[in-house]
């Protein structure tokens, strides 16, 4: 641990941290240590052995009565007048506190330090050590040293506090808890413009000093605080001390962000299941057996160093218990506020929450949070094994629960947005900004992504299959090609099923929601039922059609399938091997199509040119052969006409003279013969 930084306070009789008692009484050089005893170097013989812990101290009746009335109450109350054998197993701070206490009685100089002030301090309480006996007794002391120095020290502070946890209840009750808690969290709190003092901050990834050893980190004028200077230094207490030290920093304000963010930095410490598979916490993983007081070993001394793996029953019951504890803690302190900590680290505390049979309300609280952010999973931290005896290998209940919380979350904010308060609308004004249909969309690839692993779990029920799969409403999903996917997988795994209950499985799935290479693999798999590829080849020949009437337009077609394009390469992450190769073999033959389809496409064109060109030259040649019979007959006509108009030129003179003389001319009738 820390020696204290021992702070000069001039004009106080404790001086550096070294005081003793003004009255001297037995002359003495000091003690000295005899095997398992302590002795006063004095020419006095001793007349009173005091045991504490084992040891055994062999010292004077009178320096200790003069100043302890526990010690006058036990010696003077006994009837024995013979006593001259005490026995203090119960005194706070053992052997090592009663030494300090029994050397000021006899006048020695004690040195005060941050180490050894708690118990000191608590010691001098049991011992009844008060100004009554004698004016600047040893309470008075120590709790001078304790006001005056420790709590205006940053690592005294933490020091102290670390020191009390062998002194519950003593320490709580002399506010000593309290006050480190207090004194921790003004300083968390401060600007960190103005830390002038030194602290530990997170250590580097190589290997690095323990906690103790980092005495010279105080800040330069210059240099920059981060604001989580304070994690480190705050990471080593026991999580009731840490619990207070939080609650503290919490009613003065700190942002919600910075409280989270230290739980995540404290967990990995006390809970290494939670990084046990190396894939969260990033940094925190490798220095979470960095520090503690021992000065030979990397692991926590008093902590709950052990790594959660396996069944319940590998779990020792009083680590199981303390863990427990822990978790429990770390459950009612995280802020309430949506993304104080992240998706991963409440799912990871989740499934110890599970393995440890953590309380079910805190457990219920704990999914609700999940849900409010269940976007942000990912389908390794979904993976929650079952711990229940013949069940699935994975908790499908448990994800089935976190998709309920999400969707009533999202119902919620949508409903009621008007309803919530200032801070709230706040808190959540990040993720509402446009983002329920795509957090919902997130969600959907992550269920089919979820569903296609656990579909190959034998004991997974069609009902829990089904159930999940139809949770999300129809608007989360634009494309089905996941939820196929899984769904083949489930075939696969099951091939038992009966020919209605593959029928059940598959109207989960809208084929219309397929892209053409799922439909293509699908009309090709001999596990679906013969109704569901009847529609798979009409929904693909929907497409093909729609595909072959917009192919003319280029720019068009590619700006409509190129996000396809990126979705199902999307789609196709994480499958097995096999089944690739499946989409690989039909996204060929789809190919194959494509280009014979065009090569028809080109000869059609081709013909039809052809046909044209034909066409063309016919009409010529008919109209050829009309114009020559009906050019000749028409050039006689014409030259008729002429003749016919130059004769009437002629005669024109002469007409009207005859005219007249017809009509001066009697008719002449016709006699009938009959």
Known sequence: MWESETESVGGRDYGNGVFSS?????????FELREESWYVATDIPSDLLVQVGGVNFHLHKYPLLSRSGKMNRIIYESRDTDLNKIGLDELPGGPDAFELAAKFCYGIAVDLTAANISGLRCAAEYLEMTEDLEEGNLI????????????????????????CEKLSPWAENLQIVRRCSESIAWKACANPKGIRWAYTGKPPKVSSPKWNDMKDLSPGKNQHV?????????????????VRVVTAIKVKGM????IGAAIMHYAPKWLPGLISDGTWAGDEGSNCSNSNTSSSSNSWKGGLHMIVAGTKDDLPTVQAKDQRMIIESLISIIPPQKDSVSCSFLLRLLRMANLLKVAPALV??????????????????????????NDTMYDVDLVQRLLEHFLVQEQTETSSPSSQSFSDKHMYEVSQRGSNPNAKMRVARLVDSYLTEVSRDRHLSLTKFQVL????????????????????????????LSEHERKRLCRVMDCQKLSIDACMHAAQNERLPLRVVVQVLFSEQVKISNAIANSSLKETSESHFQPVISNRKTLLEGTPQSFQEGWTAAKKDINTLKFELETVKAKYLELQNDMENLQRQFDKMLKQKQTSAWSSGWKKLSKLTKMTTLENQDMG???????EQARKTPRRWRNSIS
């Not at 981060?226 to 840490?242: G, Q, Y």
């Not at 704990?366 to 005896?389: C, H, W």
């Not at 003179?653 to 005219?659: E, N, R, V, Y």
């Open 469 to 496: 799969a139809e949770a999300l409403p129809e608007s989360a999903r634009t494309c089905d090609d996941g939820l196929y996917r899984a769904i083949d997988s489930y075939l696969k795994a099951h091939p038992t």
């Open 364 to 389: 219920t609280e704990l999914e609700k949070r999940v849900g409010m952010q269940f976007e942000q999973a990912t389908l390794a931290d979904l993976l929650i094994p079952s711990y229940n005896k």
């Open 653 to 659: 003179p002469q007409l009207p003279i005859a005219a």
């Open 226 to 242: 981060p604001p989580d200077w304070w994690f480190e230094d705050v990471s080593i207490l026991r999580i009731d001390h840490f």
């Open 140 to 163: 008075f002391k120590t709790e001078a040293f304790l006001s005056y120095v420790v709590l205006s020290s940053w690592r005294d502070s933490i020091v102290v506090l670390k020191s």
């Open 22 to 30: 003004s009255k001297h009484v037995v002359k003495t050089d000091g």
């Open 255 to 258: 942002r919600f962000e910075l």
